[in-house]
């Protein structure tokens, strides 16, 4: 039994002492830099939510998040909505993701995570009104 014991001991203290010694490949990887995301908060009469934009490489982005809204169902005059759009200086990138209010429900959110193609780096997001 004391054998078991002193050899699991031995086996336990040689892997501590292999996890501490990282090959030289890995300590190099982990020194790697990347871009971060981009996160941006935004609340209106149309909306709220958060929506983070990380950059894939290229003009490739992967963006992420919720939008929700609480406005008012439209009835016969059709769904309130609201939607996310992005912003590169004051050139407009386009309308992201979009929520509509539903009939007897207080709050409609909608998550998303999706890949995507932009003409620039987005700099700005917001919420707006959105007429379907």
Known sequence: MKRIARSLAVAATAGSLTLLAAPASLAA???TTTTPCATYTASNSYGYGQLSVCPLGGTNYRISGYISTNMP????????????????GSTY???GTTVCAQPNVATSTRNFDYSTTLSATPDSAGIQQVDL
């Open 93 to 95: 990138l386009g309308l």
């Open 29 to 31: 990887a982990s020194s």
């Open 73 to 88: 169902d439209g009835g016969i005059f059709g769904p309130n909505c609201a939607g996310w759009y992005l912003r590169s």
